[in-house]
Nanobody, 115 residues
Framework: QVQPVESGGGLVQAGGSLTLSCAAS????????MGWHRQAPGKQRELVAA???????NYADSVKGRFTISRDSAKNTVYLQMNSLKPEDTAVYFC?????????WGQGTQVTVSS
């Protein structure tokens, strides 16, 4: 069973930066991608960024130019560097690890951006 565990959330002022990490334990069979989604209160969960097994990245339009996703394949860890944070980035951020069998979700980490 694959278990992603997020870390790095917290409270930051607008314009500040945070880095989220997600370490996936367990046996990942033929990784497809790793990524981040977020869910703000009263809103649907949405894709933030993803990175495939060959390094192709994809970003939500709202975070392009501000967030950077990267992966350490040896550690089965994915990172999300978030710069120029805005109050609208406030949400619970969830890590997702997808292989050819299943999608695995972390428990989430809270990011709060104050104005």
């Amino acid at each position: 069973q694959v278990q992603p565990v997020e870390s790095g959330g917290g409270l930051v002022q607008a314009g500040g930066s945070l880095t989220l990490s997600c370490a996936a334990s367990g046996n990942i069979l033929s990784l497809r991608f790793m990524g981040w989604h977020r869910q703000a209160p009263g809103k649907q969960r949405e894709l933030v960024a993803a990175i495939t097994s060959v390094g192709t990245t994809n970003y939500a339009d709202s975070v392009k130019g501000r967030f950077t996703i990267s992966r350490d394949s040896a550690k089965n860890t994915v990172y999300l560097q978030m710069n120029s944070l805005k109050p609208e980035d406030t949400a619970v951020y969830f890590c997702i690890v997808a292989d050819w069998g299943s999608n695995y979700w972390g428990q989430g980490t809270q990011v709060t951006v104050s104005s």
